[in-house]
């Protein structure tokens, strides 16, 4: 088992650093990476991976279903890793089409090409392939102070066009998993930092302008509550799942901190104060700046971990200061690479190049 997957979207944030985590701590593991590279994805997420050997790039699109289906039977896939997605809420409220396109229908090809090479060509089994979507805490919506964390049977309730896009996307798969027999399991994360992560995203950007000197745009009040995880504890928690997890499953994943998004911001001022406290910007929490809310902002998430615990033996293992730490730390050595993600075509010129392609 778990011996040829095919990962898709590895060349985004936690996709690049999933591969990264195989190639390095699972020797028998076989990786094909297949991305569209789009605004978000860049192979400079993946320069330097170790044991290349076991390593293949594919530049296509999750959609192509044909091309999917080869490659799972030219490469004897047994395992699909789904992170290929539209993953910005924000950009989801400007411009929901793609999100519809990548996230629900984008899915919708790839279950297709598991069932008909593994199910009906291959007469595949539960013990001989395995798909794997990853998803989203938001999903569940949004959480009143007070409110439990959310938990695995809490009914979906997403609201942005992106949790809805994952919400239908998850549900799709449940659906193989009852009407096919296809064996998929699912994860539902909250939101993830760390290496790689393309600076549209709260804290990379915050990192950033901070060291530039601009502005720290705050939504609203600042007091959104999100639930961290460093993303090497997420890789973790997907293989145990690949592992361990049981077909028509789902599990949270969560980092079990839920500061607010203003203690997020000045945690990162802090730590940039200590670590380059000579520029004229600094104290950096003097470029915080409030600016108008997101629509429709979600004000809480929380993630019960419960079930990953007690099931998997999974639990994170990086508190939020020390991955933060880690992270700037990492933003302020890598500046090759900030240099080239900003080299790439915007947003707007990705979707205006290939979006309009694709009808
Ligand atoms: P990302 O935006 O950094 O990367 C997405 C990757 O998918 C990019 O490399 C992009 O080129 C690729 N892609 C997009 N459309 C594609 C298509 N049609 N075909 C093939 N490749 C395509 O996203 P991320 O933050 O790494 O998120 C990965 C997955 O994890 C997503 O499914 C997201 O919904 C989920 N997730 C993210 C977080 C988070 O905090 N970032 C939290 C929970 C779940
Ligand atoms: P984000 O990183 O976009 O993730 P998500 O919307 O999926 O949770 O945003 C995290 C939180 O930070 C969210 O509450 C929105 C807020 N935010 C800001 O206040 N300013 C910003 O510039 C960004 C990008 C996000």
């Not at 989801?92 to 008909?116: D, M, Y």
């Not at 992106?162 to 096919?180: C, G, M, Q």
């Not at 999974?314 to 900030?338: F, Q």
Request: proline fraction near 6%; include cysteine.
């Amino acid at each position: 088992m778990l011996k040829t997957i095919l990962v898709t979207g590895g060349a985004g944030f936690i996709g690049s650093n999933f591969i990264r985590f195989v190639l390095t701590e699972k020797p028998d593991a076989t990786v094909i990476n297949l991305d569209l590279l789009t605004y978000a994805g860049s192979l400079e997420n993946l320069r330097d991976l170790p044991s290349a050997d076991r390593y293949t790039f594919v530049k296509g699109d999750i959609c192509e279903q044909e091309k999917v289906a080869n490659i799972l039977r030219e490469r004897n896939v047994d395992t699909i890793v789904n992170f290929a997605a539209e993953s910005h809420v924000d950009r989801s409220i400007h411009s929901p089409g793609v999100f519809i396109q990548t996230n629900i229908f984008g899915t919708f090809s790839l279950l297709e090409a598991a069932r008909k090479v593994w199910l009906e060509e291959n007469k595949q089994g539960q013990q001989d392939v395995r798909f794997h979507h990853i998803s989203t805490d938001e999903v569940y919506g949004s959480l009143e102070p007070g409110d439990p964390a959310f938990q695995e049977s809490n009914p979906y309730s997403p609201n942005s066009p992106y949790a809805a896009s994952k919400a239908s996307s998850d549900h799709l798969v449940n659906a193989y998993v009852h009407t096919y027999g296809l064996p998929a399991t699912i994860t539902n994360c909250s939101n993830n930092y760390g290496p790689y992560q393309f600076p549209e995203k709260l804290i990379p950007l915050i990192i950033l302008n901070a060291v530039d000197g601009k502005p720290l745009p705050v939504y609203g009040d600042g007091k959104q509550v999100r639930d961290w995880l460093y993303v090497e504890d997420h890789c973790k928690a997907i293989w145990a799942v690949l592992e361990k997890g049981m077909v028509g499953e789902s599990y949270n994943i969560g980092g079990e901190n839920q500061p607010t998004n203003l203690e997020i911001i000045h945690t990162i001022c802090s730590i940039l104060d200590e670590k380059i406290p000579n520029l004229p910007y600094t104290p950096h929490k003097q470029l915080i700046t409030f600016v108008t809310d997101r629509p429709g902002h979600d004000r809480r998430y929380a993630m019960n971990i419960d079930k990953i615990r007690t099931e998997l033996g999974w639990t994170p293992d990086n508190e939020l200061r020390k991955g933060l730490y880690a992270t700037v730390e990492w933003y302020l050595k890598n500046k090759e690479w900030i240099k080239r993600i900003h080299e790439k075509p915007t947003y707007q010129d990705w979707l205006d190049e290939n979006y309009s392609k694709r009808g």
